[in-house]
Nanobody, 126 residues
Framework: QLQLVESGGGLVQPGGSLRLSCAAS????????IGWFRQAPGKEREGVSY????????IYADSVKGRFTISRDNAKSTVYLKMNSLKTEDPAVYSC???????????????????WGQGTQVTVSS
């Protein structure tokens, strides 16, 4: 069964950090570009970050630029999202998606991905 499994979410204070992981099960990630998305209650899903198959190009939403870092370890079939300086507007369910297509201009729209994970909850509260 082909799956993406996110982990690393939790409760953190404002200004704190978390590192999310997106691991592939049943397939390898080295042929897939990965997008991270988040969705808060009552809000639309938002594209957070994107990384190409080799990791040579990374893209960030303006809302997280300078605070979040996406990276990947293809040997482990895992993609990471390091989140620093977390704000009260960052809480959401964070999900990863894997796609064979290269989506440099539309990655944030959510279309064109082949596999989605179930998500991991991130809560920011003092």
């Amino acid at each position: 069964q082909l799956q993406l499994v996110e982990s690393g979410g939790g409760l953190v204070q404002p200004g704190g950090s978390l590192r999310l992981s997106c691991a592939a099960s049943g397939f390898t990630l080295d042929s897939y570009a990965i997008g991270w998305f988040r969705q808060a209650p009552g809000k639309e899903r938002e594209g957070v970050s994107y990384i190409t198959t080799s990791g040579g190009r990374t893209i960030y939403a303006d809302s997280v630029k300078g605070r979040f870092t996406i990276s990947r370890d293809n040997a482990k079939s895992t993609v990471y999202l390091k989140m620093n300086s977390l704000k009260t507007e960052d809480p959401a369910v964070y999900s990863c998606a894997a796609g064979r297509a290269y989506l440099p201009f539309t990655w944030m729209e959510g279309a064109g991905y082949d596999h989605w994970g179930q998500g991991t909850q991130v809560t920011v509260s003092s």
